[in-house]
């Protein structure tokens, strides 16, 4: 669906969203917007299904144009389905040329002669009774979703904006009924309404986080103005800071202090943040910070997704400083990466960058609501106390008890400098190496079980990605195998520490290998080749965002010259 | 050390074994003397303070004391101790600082850390150079400094920590000289007292880089009147002094930040039913 700012575009297609939720299907929306506070074109990119579904599909079976102002902006991005169906008001004149191929079949909604002769009617309410028929939706269903949304604005809103869906849908009765769902399947359990950014939010409390410090950026901002009203709920609070310089120190104060941490933020933000990670890693504090990855370098794209951060999450900062980068591979994942890197930050005694990306931190998705996980972030804490108490104390798995403030007998010092095993500061050549050793072993040695890939399927072919851009590879790597290849589908979860044993398992008996990432410069492909054995045959499909990656592309090149 | 002991009440009992790397006759010996002996007379275990600092001389300071301390980076040493006070209100937090540390990477926290007004301690180690990295000019060097950075001196006027400390919103405005360590200690003392943040800046000269400092103890005076609560009067006084008017010179009034307590309100399902449609 799409429309001009403030033609509220974004508001019909949750709401679509939301009665097709209810109702039992699986589905997602993605929003596509310029970067205009107000104004501006903006899309509504959804997604129905009967089966659970993580990406857009290639192609759109259905647009609705509440008008077309600026719609051309989205020429790439729209794609409509051969002989694909489009709604769109005749006094809104022509779709523009990109958007309606040879064979669109056109349905007239008459939307500004209708909100003329009815002024409380709101074109996008009519818009959305149509697409509701044309799906079909239950009536009631959207009338309730309605009611939801309009209950606050008074009754009178919400018997107008009923009574335009209603017409909205009447208008359709010329459609033959294809587009119209399959029923859903019987839902277990309660239906959920949720997006990657809040996902990430509920996996940080999950796994125990309860405090957090914000500064605002674009596309990671909900993930903290998710948090900054629950956190208070569990005993936890958030506090804005004046800069990411400031809110990735005030999670390292406060994990000093005994309290689970994380900061979220985008690009930029990380970029400020890498000299903090570095004294995190030094000085062994548990943080998480989660990075919501938008178009580089610079500004960017901030309201576009990319997948090209991963050069700084990995290699960033300076000296050597093992740590943990944990990718998030759907909306839902986005809780559990979330709260899988708290629990292993806790742990491990180490920071912990989340990469998510815009593509999964703004999708809402409709699902079963997430399992719950056994993973609560507990520290091996120190109590009993040698004279004198060796905080960076060398030896077993090097997780070293920590000292929390106020307990007595455990005083020391935590330093970015180079430290003995008390924390004293020293630049003997044998201390630092014992130190480098200490921390890159406790997170090597670590056992970190099946969570760290994604691992399907059987052949000698295999797609190798991560992050977002695994549940698109899964469906291109379905469609492959329906037509007879076999095909495996490999998605670390876990991108450091790199495994090497693990990896290799995964790759056995792999000849061709296809590398897909949402980057200009192969980043990912770099990163594979620099840690992992790869088969000879390995190629690489990347491009740069924001343009999204389909199933079908995946497809293609993995049944290129590939026979089945 | 254990829970019952009796609480230690000698400033030595707030010293590390840890030797100082300063050079012989710094400043910043006799503060860390003041902020022990004025540990010692508010007679808080060791283990309930934690002493924050950035980089530079000044901020190798926690090491040399016996209370729980982090030495972070370079500036930013202020929000990293406003996240543990906001979840430790039961710690005292002590923040320590020099002139580059504080004023010039770290200058925008410390706006910010007057705004906030958390309840910390802010000592800032003042010697008008960076020292450790062996004399370069910072935000209150003097404009004619002759340095191998800035030969002929920087051309640029320093700024006043203090006007802008009040101008912040900073509760508690004081300046001390680490050549009197007994001062100091008093100053400390009330500082950490006073709800809120309490700004302290020390005068403590660096005797490598610059000797000149020597002659401070001749200029310092104390200030010939009681600290004010009115922003206007401290304004007007701090900003025609001499810059050697030692003393607690503002003492407001504002309620410390601090977000509600940690009770847990709400089990966590309650919150996930935000999600259920």
Same mark, same amino acid.
């Given at each position: 669906?799409?429309?001009?700012?403030?033609?509220?575009?974004?508001?019909?297609?949750?709401?679509?969203?939301?009665?097709?939720?209810?109702?039992?299907?699986?589905?997602?929306?993605?929003?596509?917007?310029?970067?205009?506070?107000?104004?501006?074109?903006?899309?509504?990119?959804?997604?129905?299904?009967?089966?659970?579904?993580?990406?857009?599909?290639?192609?759109?079976?259905?647009?609705?144009?509440?008008?077309?102002?600026?719609?051309?902006?989205?020429?790439?991005?729209?794609?409509?389905?051969?002989?694909?169906?489009?709604?769109?008001?005749?006094?809104?004149?022509?779709?523009?040329?990109?958007?309606?191929?040879?064979?669109?079949?056109?349905?007239?909604?008459?939307?500004?002669?209708?909100?003329?002769?009815?002024?409380?009617?709101?074109?996008?309410?009519?818009?959305?009774?149509?697409?509701?028929?044309?799906?079909?939706?239950?009536?009631?269903? #959207?009338?309730?979703?309605?009611?939801?949304?309009?209950?606050?604005?008074?009754?009178?809103?919400?018997?107008?904006?009923?009574?335009?869906?209603?017409?909205?849908?009447?208008?359709?009765?010329?459609?033959?009924?294809?587009?119209?769902?399959?029923?859903?399947?019987?839902?277990?359990?309660?239906?959920?309404?949720?997006?990657?950014?809040?996902?990430?939010?509920?996996?940080?409390?999950?796994?125990?986080?309860?405090?957090?410090?914000?500064?605002?950026?674009?596309?990671?901002?909900?993930?903290?103005?998710?948090?900054?009203?629950?956190?208070?709920?569990?005993?936890? $609070?958030?506090?804005?800071?004046?800069?990411?310089?400031? *809110?990735?120190?005030?999670?390292?104060?406060?994990?000093?202090?005994?309290?689970?941490?994380?900061?979220?933020?985008?690009?930029?933000?990380? *970029? #400020?943040? %890498?000299?903090? #990670?570095?004294?995190?890693?030094?000085?062994?504090?548990?943080?998480?910070?989660?990075?919501?990855?938008?178009?580089?370098?610079?500004?960017?794209?901030?309201?576009?997704?990319?997948?090209?951060?991963?050069?700084?999450?990995?290699?960033?900062?300076?000296?050597?400083?093992?740590?943990?980068?944990?990718?998030?591979? *759907?909306?839902?994942?986005?809780?559990?990466?979330?709260?899988?890197?708290?629990?292993?930050?806790?742990?491990?005694?180490?920071?912990?960058?989340?990469? $998510?990306?815009?593509?999964?931190?703004?999708?809402?998705?409709?699902?079963?609501?997430?399992?719950?996980?056994?993973?609560?972030?507990?520290?091996?804490?120190?109590?009993?106390?040698?004279?004198?108490?060796?905080?960076?104390?060398?030896?077993? $798995?090097?997780?070293?008890?920590?000292?929390?403030?106020?307990?007595?007998?455990?005083?020391?010092?935590?330093?970015?400098?180079?430290?003995?095993?008390?924390?004293?500061?020293?630049?003997?050549?044998?201390?630092?190496?014992?130190?480098?050793?200490?921390?890159?072993?406790?997170?090597?040695?670590?056992?970190?079980?099946? #969570?760290?890939?994604?691992?399907?399927?059987?052949?000698?072919?295999?797609?190798?990605?991560?992050?977002?851009?695994?549940?698109?590879?899964?469906?291109?790597?379905?469609?492959?195998?329906?037509?007879?290849?076999?095909?495996?589908?490999?998605?670390?979860?876990?991108?450091?520490?790199?495994?090497?044993?693990?990896?290799?398992?995964?790759?056995?008996? %792999?000849?061709?290998?296809?590398?897909?990432?949402?980057?200009?410069?192969?980043?990912?492909?770099?990163?594979?080749?620099?840690?992992?054995?790869?088969?000879?045959?390995?190629?690489?499909?990347?491009?740069?965002?924001?343009?999204?990656?389909?199933?079908?592309?995946?497809?293609?090149?993995?049944?290129?010259?590939?026979?089945? | 050390?254990?829970?019952?002991?009796?609480?230690?009440?000698?400033?030595?009992?707030?010293?590390?074994?840890?030797?100082?790397?300063?050079?012989?006759?710094?400043?910043?010996?006799?503060?860390?003397?003041?902020?022990?002996?004025?540990?010692?007379?508010?007679?808080? +275990?060791?283990?309930?303070?934690?002493?924050?600092?950035?980089?530079?001389?000044?901020?190798?300071?926690?090491?040399?004391?016996?209370?729980?301390?982090?030495?972070?980076?370079?500036?930013?040493?202020?929000?990293?101790?406003?996240?543990?006070?906001?979840?430790?209100?039961?710690?005292?937090?002590?923040?320590?600082?020099?002139?580059?540390?504080?004023?010039?990477?770290?200058?925008?926290?410390?706006?910010?850390?007057?705004?906030?007004?958390?309840?910390?301690?802010?000592?800032?180690?003042?010697?008008?150079?960076?020292?450790?990295?062996?004399?370069?000019?910072?935000?209150?060097?003097?404009?004619?400094?002759?340095?191998?950075?800035?030969?002929?001196?920087?051309?640029?006027? +320093?700024?006043?920590?203090?006007?802008?400390?009040?101008?912040?919103?900073?509760?508690?405005?004081?300046?001390?000289?680490?050549?009197?360590?007994?001062?100091?200690?008093?100053?400390?003392?009330?500082?950490?007292?006073?709800?809120?943040?309490?700004?302290?800046?020390?005068?403590? +000269?660096?005797?490598?880089?610059? +000797?000149?400092?020597?002659?401070?103890?001749?200029?310092?005076?104390?200030?010939?009147?009681?600290?004010?609560?009115?922003?206007?009067?401290?304004?007007?006084?701090?900003?025609?002094?001499?810059?050697?008017?030692?003393?607690?010179?503002?003492?407001?009034?504002?309620?410390?930040?601090?977000?509600?307590?940690?009770?847990?309100?709400?089990?966590?399902?309650?919150?996930?039913?935000?999600?259920?449609?």
């Amino acid at each position: 669906m799409v429309g001009s700012g403030g033609a509220g575009v974004l508001t019909t297609g949750a709401m679509l969203l939301q009665a097709a939720c209810a109702a039992g299907w699986n589905g997602l929306l993605t929003r596509s917007v310029g970067p205009q506070i107000r104004g501006g074109e903006a899309a509504a990119l959804l997604r129905l299904a009967t089966h659970p579904v993580e990406c857009l599909a290639d192609h759109v079976d259905l647009l609705v144009g509440i008008d077309w102002v600026s719609a051309q902006r989205f020429e790439s991005e729209i794609e409509l389905a051969p002989g694909g169906l489009i709604v769109s008001d005749p006094g809104a004149g022509p779709p523009p040329p990109a958007l309606s191929p040879s064979g669109a079949r056109f349905i007239e909604l008459r939307l500004s002669e209708m909100t003329k002769a009815n002024p409380a009617w709101r074109a996008n309410m009519i818009a959305l009774g149509a697409a509701a028929q044309l799906l079909g939706l239950d009536e009631r269903d #959207l009338a309730g979703v309605i009611r939801l949304h309009f209950e606050a604005k008074g009754a009178d809103v919400v018997a107008a904006s009923v009574a335009a869906a209603q017409a909205g849908g009447r208008a359709m009765t010329e459609a033959t009924g294809e587009l119209r769902l399959a029923r859903p399947a019987q839902a277990n359990g309660k239906r959920w309404l949720i997006t990657g950014n809040e996902a990430t939010g509920l996996g940080a409390l999950r796994g125990g986080v309860r405090f957090a410090a914000a500064y605002p950026i674009t596309p990671a901002s909900e993930i903290l103005e998710w948090l900054a009203p629950n956190l208070p709920e569990v005993g936890g $609070s958030l506090v804005q800071a004046e800069d990411e310089l400031a *809110s990735i120190n005030m999670i390292i104060g406060a994990s000093y202090g005994g309290v689970p941490a994380l900061t979220a933020t985008s690009g930029p933000g990380l *970029s #400020l943040m %890498v000299e903090a #990670l570095g004294l995190a890693t030094a000085a062994e504090i548990p943080i998480v910070v989660v990075d919501v990855m938008r178009g580089g370098p610079s500004t960017g794209i901030p309201t576009k997704s990319e997948q090209s951060d991963l050069n700084i999450a990995v290699y960033g900062m300076h000296g050597d400083a093992p740590h943990l980068v944990i990718a998030p591979q *759907s909306v839902t994942d986005c809780l559990l990466a979330t709260q899988w890197a708290t629990f292993l930050a806790e742990t491990l005694q180490t920071p912990a960058i989340v990469l $998510s990306d815009q593509s999964l931190g703004q999708t809402q998705a409709a699902v079963s609501r997430p399992a719950d996980l056994a993973f609560i972030g507990e520290r091996l804490r120190a109590t009993d106390f040698a004279t004198p108490y060796l905080r960076y104390a060398l030896g077993g $798995s090097g997780v070293s008890p920590m000292a929390i403030p106020g307990t007595a007998g455990g005083q020391y010092t935590a330093d970015g400098l180079t430290h003995t095993e008390r924390g004293i500061p020293t630049s003997s050549a044998r201390e630092h190496r014992a130190q480098l050793d200490k921390r890159r072993e406790k997170i090597e040695r670590y056992a970190y079980g099946a #969570l760290w890939a994604t691992l399907e399927g059987e052949g000698d072919a295999a797609v190798i990605t991560w992050g977002s851009l695994t549940g698109v590879a899964r469906e291109a790597v379905a469609r492959a195998r329906a037509d007879g290849h076999r095909v495996r589908l490999i998605a670390p979860r876990l991108l450091l520490p790199t495994r090497a044993d693990e990896m290799a398992a995964a790759l056995d008996g %792999v000849k061709r290998l296809l590398v897909v990432e949402q980057t200009h410069s192969a980043q990912f492909h770099r990163f594979l080749r620099a840690h992992y054995t790869l088969p000879q045959e390995t190629s690489v499909f990347h491009r740069p965002g924001p343009l999204p990656i389909r199933p079908g592309e995946i497809y293609r090149q993995l049944t290129a010259g590939a026979s089945p | 050390m254990n829970a019952t002991a009796p609480l230690a009440c000698k400033p030595g009992d707030y010293k590390s074994q840890i030797k100082p790397i300063w050079c012989p006759g710094c400043g910043d010996y006799h503060v860390l003397m003041a902020l022990t002996r004025a540990l010692a007379a508010l007679g808080l +275990p060791p283990e309930r303070i934690a002493v924050i600092s950035g980089i530079g001389c000044s901020s190798r300071i926690p090491a040399y004391t016996n209370c729980y301390g982090f030495h972070g980076v370079h500036g930013r040493s202020l929000p990293l101790a406003a996240g543990l006070k906001i979840v430790r209100p039961d710690l005292t937090v002590i923040v320590a600082s020099g002139d580059g540390d504080g004023y010039s990477i770290g200058g925008n926290h410390f706006l910010h850390a007057c705004r906030r007004n958390v309840d910390l301690t802010y000592l800032v180690m003042d010697n008008h150079i960076y020292g450790m990295t062996k004399g370069q000019p910072s935000p209150t060097t003097e404009p004619d400094f002759d340095t191998a950075l800035t030969p002929g001196g920087t051309g640029v006027r +320093p700024f006043n920590p203090l006007v802008i400390a009040l101008a912040s919103g900073a509760n508690f405005v004081a300046r001390a000289y680490a050549g009197n360590p007994r001062e100091t200690a008093d100053i400390i003392v009330s500082a950490v007292r006073h709800p809120g943040f309490s700004f302290v800046e020390i005068l403590s +000269p660096c005797v490598t880089y610059r +000797p000149d400092q020597r002659a401070w103890k001749e200029r310092v005076h104390t200030a010939p009147v009681e600290a004010t609560d009115d922003a206007a009067r401290a304004a007007r006084r701090l900003m025609t002094d001499d810059g050697f008017n030692l003393g607690v010179l503002f003492r407001g009034d504002r309620h410390p930040f601090q977000p509600a307590a940690a009770v847990a309100r709400a089990d966590r399902a309650d919150l996930e039913k935000g999600f259920e449609i």
